[in-house]
């Protein structure tokens, strides 16, 4: 059974940071490219960041800049480190598994998602 369990969330105030985790577990993380997304109220989710088995990320504009996504493959757990912080920010954050088979993309999959509310 594949498990993406996020932890992290909470509440930080505008201008604060925080670390996201999500740790994967029932696929090989190999081979999987992992993603960060978020969802606010009445909004649709949103691509954040994501990173490869090797490294290469990529970042919606809403993240440059103050988020870095990083995954330690000895651990099967992907980070978002989230800086400068907004009250535009808060959200339900996602992490996401895109797993790869021979070059192809194959079956994706959610965690349950961590809380993030920003606000003084």
């Known amino acids: 059974q594949v498990q993406l369990v996020e932890s992290g969330g909470g509440l930080v105030q505008p201008g604060g940071s925080l670390r996201l985790s999500c740790t994967v577990s029932?696929?090989?993380?190999?081979?999987?490219?992992m993603g960060w997304y978020r969802q606010a109220p009445g909004k649709q989710r949103e691509f954040l960041a994501g990173?490869?088995?090797?490294?290469?990320?990529n970042y919606a504009d809403s993240a440059k800049d103050r988020f870095t996504i990083s995954r330690d493959n000895a651990k099967s757990t992907v980070y978002l480190q989230m800086s400068s912080l907004k009250p535009e920010g808060t959200a339900v954050y996602y992490c996401?598994?895109?797993?790869?088979?021979?070059?192809?993309?194959?079956?994706?999959?959610w965690g349950q998602g961590t809380q993030v509310i920003v606000s003084s």
């Open positions: 996401h598994a895109q797993r790869i088979i021979s070059g192809i993309r194959s079956n994706d999959y």
């Open positions: 990173i490869t088995f090797g490294g290469t990320t």
């Open positions: 029932g696929i090989f993380f190999s081979t999987a490219i």
